[in-house]
């Protein structure tokens, strides 16, 4: 059974409750000998009984005895020691003197079940035990005296390993089996709430885990977990407000810059100028364009993926051109259908873009192609991207040049982007060298 490894809650509290057990038993066992037992009663030893009715078997036509047997079972052996025995075919045996008490009873030994006679005087002639053994010949019954034991404490010991055994056992059995079965009956809502916590996206800030699936005892668990995705629910409500709200008081000073940057004489400074502001201005726009995605605020339509790739590498072209780069669009002819917002995917393009302008050395070919399967690329021939850094460059702020320009959101929000349409983009190394930026979309 998967729920009694080592290591798991129901192990654990199976050999706790068989631990409990065992001493509860013996706590038992010796609380029924104070309370019914006799310091002074003189009595025959079970263990010793049974090896000495043992030690006696049917030969021929005869009982008989195997001494050493009977030797090791009683190694010093008293005078006062007697035995009687007959089995169920007539054949008796004696050995020693038997008390005139008993005389009557070897007659009809042969009927007599197992029994014990205990006294507190004339422990040597009054004390008896009667055993049964079942060989293959037939049933021997044997009664024995004459070397009676006496003391509470060896009682004891006595019913716990006699008793101990019967009663201890199968109720460690039933435990590791029962035990285990009810404790993971008990706890398949501490599953399925823990199923609930893997399934929290952090779009669903307001989702927490059902508090009545679980034990009493977990309860407590629950509700912090609960309170603690709560607080971290409004944390990032915070933060996107603060995000979006920044992203609108930009807007202002963007457009203000961008009519002052135009009315500037034809130049490298005013080209310069340009793509920075092209790529903060795409960043505002793309911090609206997550709050919007997060908040389900934009309708996913049906887009022909290659007119919006030809209308950004329009918008694109001149300010690649202005730079020093030669630009290639290699995309199909039919129409290249994906679902998403229009606005965030033209943006995700055209920071692609300006990014192969920041990063592509102000030389070389810029080239944008689709495939008819929804893999978009943008591949410049610059320096391209460090193989350890593929990854970390999608982090937030991260640069992969700390003295370079930049805020080390672009690339981050076109993942978030992406991510959030389905689909997915990696940095790659291009043909020439440089970098190759590949977006991926479900096409329908």
């Given amino acids: 059974m998967k729920f009694l490894k080592p290591g798991s809650l129901s192990f654990s509290l199976a050999w706790k409750i068989c631990l409990i057990q065992m001493t509860m038993v013996a706590v038992g066992l010796t609380g029924m000998v104070l309370m019914y037992g006799d310091r002074g009663a003189a ?22 005895v195997d001494w050493d047997a009977v030797n090791e079972a009683v190694p010093d ?39 014990d006679v205990r006294t507190r005087t004339h422990g040597v002639e009054l004390a008896m035990r009667v055993w049964v053994t079942e060989p293959d010949g037939g049933r021997i019954h044997v009664m024995l005296g004459g070397i009676p034991h006496r003391g509470l ?26 035990a285990p079965w009810a404790i993971h009956r008990s706890l398949r809502g501490v599953n399925r709430v823990a199923a609930q916590a893997a399934a929290i996206q952090i779009t669903e800030r307001g989702r927490g885990l059902d508090t009545h699936a679980v034990p009493r005892e977990i309860v407590p668990l629950v509700d912090a977990f609960n309170a603690a995705v709560r607080r971290i629910g409004e944390s990032y409500d915070a933060q996107d ?39 903060l201005s795409n960043i505002a726009e793309q911090l609206l364009d997550l709050q919007r995605l ?13 007119a919006l790739t030809g209308e950004v590498a329009a ?19 039919a129409p290249v259908w994906v679902l998403g917002d229009p606005d965030a995917l033209h943006r995700v393009i055209s920071g692609l873009l300006q990014n192969a302008i920041a990063h592509g050395g102000g030389r070389g ?77 479900p096409v329908v």
């Fill in 43 to 64: 009595y025959i030893d079970w263990k010793t009984s049974q090896s000495v009715a043992e030690a006696i078997h049917v030969e021929g036509d005869a009982l008989r």
């Fill in 77 to 115: 052996r008293p005078a006062t020691f007697w035995f009687a025995a007959a089995d169920e075919q007539g054949r008796t045996l004696e050995q020693g003197n038997v008390p005139a008490a008993f005389r009557p009873l070897v007659q009809q030994l042969q009927h007599v079940e197992p029994t």
């Fill in 153 to 178: 404490w060896r009682q004891m010991l006595v019913v716990i390993g006699y008793l101990g055994g019967w009663i201890t056992l199968p109720l460690i059995v039933i435990t590791l089996v029962v």
């Fill in 241 to 279: 407000r603060f995000l979006v709200g920044a992203a609108h008081e930009l807007r202002m000073p963007i457009a203000i810059l961008a009519t002052r940057i135009a009315d500037l004489p034809p130049g490298q400074v005013r080209s310069r100028l340009q793509r920075d502001l092209g790529r």
């Fill in 294 to 306: 997060d908040h389900h605020r934009s309708q996913h339509q049906r887009i022909d993926l290659a």
């Fill in 315 to 333: 918008d694109v072209a001149p300010l690649l051109i202005d730079a020093g780069y030669e630009f290639a669009v290699e995309a199909p002819e």
């Fill in 365 to 441: 070919l810029v080239v944008v192609e689709l495939q008819a399967g929804g893999v978009l690329s943008v591949s410049d021939e610059g320096d391209g991207v460090p193989e350890q850094a593929r990854q970390s460059i999608f982090e937030p702020f991260h640069r992969l040049r700390p003295s370079g320009s930049g805020s080390g959101l672009g690339l981050y929000l076109a993942r978030e982007i992406m991510l959030r349409h389905g689909g997915s983009i990696v940095a790659e190394e291009a043909a020439s060298g440089g970098a190759r930026f590949v977006m991926t979309l």
